[in-house]
């Protein structure tokens, strides 16, 4: 049985994304969580649970119970507002949406805050590498030299000698990018850079290189998510979540049926579209999870935005702020950054400024429906959720 009980987004912070060596994890946090309540014009005491997405604080800075210390951080520990921490690696802020949108859904709660953050420039070099692939299987991948760019490396190998596609198409997805990102006060990266640029950056992980790899960012991103009884009650306006598809697939690379397939992204984002009831056709753009230029590819591919092995056809001509279908207008994990709980979450404010007509610069014309996609890891778990509509 699926209820009726709509979910809208009420309102939306974030702090800037980048490297903060001044600011700590719960300063990000809480800048964030005060501009989404600034946004939806609410009192803390009225939220009825806060999620945080959080994916690397313990390993980063020792740090756990982070939902309990930003409770106490921001100040309201002392209003009884359940704080949870969720954890689905660098899907971690989307599953933290996730949980609070079933917590309205199923009636109990009517205002909730999500939160999403990482504090990932504590630490640095082959350390923070090592920490990155905690993300991956430790016994057969990390243990034998894999690393995230490593595993997205194989991918690209393999998906460039199978259709014949050069290293043009994945630098054309960080160009696209950066140029977004360029208009995103907030981002990471606010440098526009050229194709050749990006092909001849420095080699992270052939055919990989520099400005195909998505950085380690800090930032921290919030939203309040409120029941339809809450926003007519309130006089309130929002925009819907319409939505969502969770899916799950192999943990390990090498147990996947295809090196440049998540299995979890065709099936997620056939859920999510099935339940919001449209059709691709429908979306007036999307935030895909581009932690690797190669992700990127395959997500257009797996979610049917392009035939398998065709995607240059779109990213080469169709994927700006005014093209058929406009992707990563935020400026996508590559260039708006990603710090790895937060990015989820992050996608859900870029959704909410466009359907609102809040972008600024990077506004597309007149959008409905967004479809929003995170990953966790090289793909074990994807999250799609559309946000949009009536
Ligand atoms: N794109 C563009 N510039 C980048 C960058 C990126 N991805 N990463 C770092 N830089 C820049 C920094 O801003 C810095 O510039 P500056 O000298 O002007 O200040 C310079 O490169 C050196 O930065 P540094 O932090 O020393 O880079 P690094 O070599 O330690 O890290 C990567 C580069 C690509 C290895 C790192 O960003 C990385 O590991 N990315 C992948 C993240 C990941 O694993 N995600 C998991 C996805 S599943």
């Not at 950056?201 to 055919?207: H, L, R």
């Not at 996947?256 to 339940?275: E, F, H, P």
């Not at 999870?289 to 092995?309: C, K, N, Q, T, V």
């Not at 992050?346 to 466009?354: I, K, N, P, S, T």
């Amino acid at each position: 049985m699926r209820l009726s009980n709509d979910v809208f987004i009420l309102g939306t912070g974030e702090s800037k994304y980048g490297e903060l060596w001044d600011r700590s994890l719960r300063e990000i946090s809480v800048e964030a969580g005060l501009n989404a309540i600034e946004s939806s014009g609410i009192r803390t005491k009225d939220l009825d649970a806060i999620y945080m997405g959080n994916s690397l604080a313990g390993m980063i800075s020792g740090q756990e119970n982070i939902g309990a210390l930003m409770s106490d951080y921001a100040g309201i520990a002392d209003e009884d507002v359940p704080t949870l921490r969720i954890e689905a690696s660098t899907a971690s802020g989307a599953a933290a949406v996730h949980q609070a949108f079933l917590s309205i859904k199923s009636g109990e709660y009517d205002l909730v805050m999500v939160g999403g953050v990482e504090k990932m420039t504590e630490l640095y070099g082959t350390e923070m590498i090592d920490i990155s692939s905690s993300i991956l299987d430790r016994e057969w991948e990390a243990f034998f030299g894999g690393t995230p760019a490593a595993m997205a490396a194989l991918s690209a190998r393999k998906y460039m000698k199978d259709f014949g596609v050069g290293k043009d198409v994945l630098a054309a997805i960080s160009v696209n990018d950066h140029k977004n990102a360029s208009m995103n006060p907030i981002a990471h990266f606010s440098n526009i850079i050229s194709l050749d640029q990006a092909m001849n950056s420095t080699p992270v992980a052939e055919p990989l290189n520099l400005m195909d790899c998505a950085p380690q960012s800090d930032g921290a991103s919030c939203i309040i998510l409120a029941s339809e009884s809450y926003m007519k009650k309130e006089g309130k306006e929002g925009v819907k979540i319409a939505g969502n598809g969770i899916s799950q697939e192999y943990f390990a690379l090498h147990s996947r049926d295809s090196l440049y397939s998540m299995k979890s992204t065709v099936s997620a984002s056939r859920k999510a579209l099935d339940r919001a009831g449209i059709s691709l056709d429908d979306v007036s753009f999307a935030e895909v999870h581009d932690s690797f230029s190669i992700y990127g590819i395959m997500a257009l591919e797996d979610m049917g935005f392009a035939p398998r092995g065709k995607a240059r056809d779109i990213v080469l001509s169709e994927i700006g702020l005014n093209g058929r279908i406009p992707i990563n207008p935020s400026g996508g994990l590559k260039a708006k950054g990603f710090p790895y709980g937060a990015t989820g979450v992050g996608q859900f404010v870029e959704a909410y400024l466009q359907l609102m007509g809040k972008a600024g610069k990077r506004q597309i014309a007149d959008p409905e429906y967004a479809l929003l996609h995170s990953v966790a890891g090289t793909g074990s778990t994807s999250i799609v959720h559309i946000v949009g509509g009536e």
